[in-house]
């Protein structure tokens, strides 16, 4: 079946970097975008960026800019994504989503599992 | 960048109707989706392009969209709805995804 994998968990140091993996399966890769999503601690759902998983072309909220790069590896049918410079704020769950299609921002029709990032000294 | 906005709380009681809202600036020109969140999963798709139903959501659950206000309707409400709904756009104009700030839904 489609799904997304997430790594559950992730802690890190105020200041360093975090890199989330989501592994598709079930269909393939490049024909659907990827989107990242977090939500902080009792907060709503907050858009990160996305990815065309085809030609690899990028956007990112504004509200992440210089912070958040985003890829993927089409021969593992994986999205990345990393975000710098971390600060207790970036405290959330990180969902990957995939979108209705490649080139366009759509609705997201499967989502991960979420991935915990937790920072703290 | 465009802004949506959803009333924080809904409650109904079981077997009423509940209407959750996303308010924005002539949202009918968009494309509005909507997710489900229950406490500790991930958000679900229970509508897409204003009034598509994905495969497997009840005919129950209706969507619309007209000039500066989309609708979610859920009729005849079960324990089960009882989740936090985020409406979500597109926005043409900065090129970014938006999601509202979400609705809990209560069955009461």
């Known amino acids: 079946q489609v799904q997304l994998v997430q790594p559950e968990t992730e802690v890190k140091r105020p200041g360093a970097s975090v890199k989330v993996s989501c592994k598709a399966s079930?269909?393939?890769?490049?024909?659907?975008?990827i989107y990242w999503v977090r939500q902080a601690p009792g907060r709503g759902l907050e858009w990160m960026g996305w990815i065309n998983t085809d030609n690899g072309n990028t956007k990112y909220s504004q509200n992440f800019q210089g912070r958040v790069t985003i890829n993927r590896d089409t021969f593992a049918s994986t999205a990345f994504l990393e975000l710098s410079n971390l600060k207790s704020e970036d405290t959330a769950v990180y969902f990957c989503a995939r979108v209705g299609d490649p080139y366009l921002l759509l609705y997201a029709d499967v989502w991960g599992q979420g991935t915990r990032v937790t920072v703290s000294s | 960048s465009f802004v949506v906005a959803q009333p924080p709380s809904v409650s109904v009681a079981p077997g009423q109707t509940a209407t959750l809202t996303c308010g924005g600036d002539?949202?009918?020109?968009?494309?509005v989706n909507w997710y489900q969140q229950r406490p500790g999963q991930p958000p679900v798709l229970v509508m897409f392009?204003?009034?598509d139903r994905p495969s497997g959501i009840p005919e129950r659950i209706s969507g619309s969209n007209s000039a500066n206000t989309a609708t979610l309707t859920i009729s005849r409400v079960e324990a089960g709805d009882e989740a936090d709904y985020y409406c979500q756009v597109w926005d043409s104009t900065s090129d970014h995804v938006v999601f509202g700030g979400g609705t809990t839904l209560t069955v009461l």
């Open positions: 392009d204003d009034k």
């Open positions: 079930g269909y393939t890769f490049t024909s659907f975008g």
């Open positions: 002539n949202i009918e020109t968009k494309s």
